[in-house]
């Protein structure tokens, strides 16, 4: 089934100690909508500037992407520049230009109305809730940060009522419940409505809390990880790509299934710069690599205590 | 198949978010020999002063553990001073009395040699390196810790290249390596001769390097974490000691069951202070806990991709 994903476009300045890029391709709609590509069709919302290369909108064209929800406006497209350092877990950001997102007002064009999916990239909690008016979509998913947990809580809380799943970062799950035990953060946050909380935990892995079950995902260790940048919204493409291409009704393990289909997504996201390796990729590669992380896990009883 | 464990006892006050213990029953030797206990018949190496009471001298008789090895010297027991902040995975080392552990010379006795295992806890490489001497055990698994990794690494190496499996936690890992990707890292210690590498990650469980595998175990979500001290012994207690209670030749999935077994026991260990939990579980526990690791991770290919 088809797949609704709002968020940024973006140009992305990124150093780490393995390099540097300027003005790479990027933001939360780029990534999730390459990654989901692969699993559904996607439709697209989101806004760029007049500096937006028609070369970037043919790479959309040739995944699939249905651009119809992307705005061009007068102005120039978001930027964002960060730096990494040794860890590649902590993000420093250095410069954010909103540009033509700061007067970005999601319309979703007709013939997105009745998509099934949703994903709701971290913009604007208030954007996130008008979003769901104009869909009502079958099944909703969200992200958010730091800063609209902090700026906007009121907001946010009332969009992660109305949605199925929350996909956020231990960290910002910590924040947005005020419990520093992860068990106790997933109560409090399944509490404020969704049936599910996915909590992404870098190169540690995933938890997903699913009613009472808890299911752990290790990341996929990799010898070189190049840009962690949007490992977080590919995650989030496999995830709920895998969801909306399932036939079955959704159950527990299908939604184990997707957390490992993000997890694969997102492995493959940091093996280079921006969208590189996602615009590369195949079916096989996300085969093999899914097939890697069963290996990861695997172990039967053989002998018991 | 029995066990020798060389390692610490010691009186550890710790202070952690949740409470307070003054010299509390603890030490390398105390925490893996317990865990071991449940698994398989443990012979204990190691010192205490005339302070250590004859009521722990039971506690440990009750759980079948062999304390022929346990010398009793003038002067005090072995004493640590910690505490934890909100992460709980970092200790901060307040004090180190090492009293009677400072002229500790591991002497194997007659009744301990040809016991086929051997786990090395963290103490002076030197040491290790001695016991491997007097004991030339079938198999062999060491601990060590960032002081001796900086201070007396020639050593350490030696004592690597001489035994099968090292237990370490990512961080000693980096440090050993010079890596800070863990693949890499792992590459290089087992360079060094081990067959294996267990790296621990405290509340984000485990990864098992073993010939071209990797092997992920989560650490199990609890609601409730009292304290961390002794929880990377318990792990190694169970590990080593399932593996000397299996009656099958080791394989890989046997490995991958030690890791289950070992997070299962660390898992116990940090519900409590000091060695609390770990006195007062059974054998029932312990397999309800395996069994909750399984569904863990578990799922099916039940819809592919």
Known sequence: MSLVVVGSMAFDSVKTPFGEVKEELGGSAAYFSVAASFFTEVKLVSVVGEDFSPEYIEQFRKRGIDLEGLERNI??????????GDALNEAKTLK???????????????SYCNTPYLFLGNI????????????????????TMNFWIQGSREHLLETISNV??????????RLLSGERNLVRAAKTILSFGPKSLVMKRGEYGALMFH???????????????IDPTGAGDSFAGGFVGFLARAQAPLNENLFRQAVIYGSVMASFCVEAF?????????????QCRYAAFRDLTAYEDAELF
């Open 124 to 143: 604007d909690p208030i954007l996130q809730g008008n979003v769901l008016k104009q869909l009502s979509p079958k099944f909703a998913v969200c992200d």
């Open 274 to 286: 921006g969208l590189r390796r996602l615009w590369a990729l195949n079916v096989t590669d996300i």
């Open 211 to 225: 009613h009472d079950q808890i299911f752990a995902a290790p990341a996929y260790p990799l010898e070189t990880v």
């Open 75 to 84: 102005g120039k497209t978001f930027r964002w520049t960060v730096e990494y």
């Open 96 to 110: 954010t230009e909103l540009n033509v997102l700061e007067r970005f007002h999601p319309k979703l064009p007709a």
């Open 164 to 173: 199925d799943i929350v996909i956020i970062n231990e960290g910002e799950a």
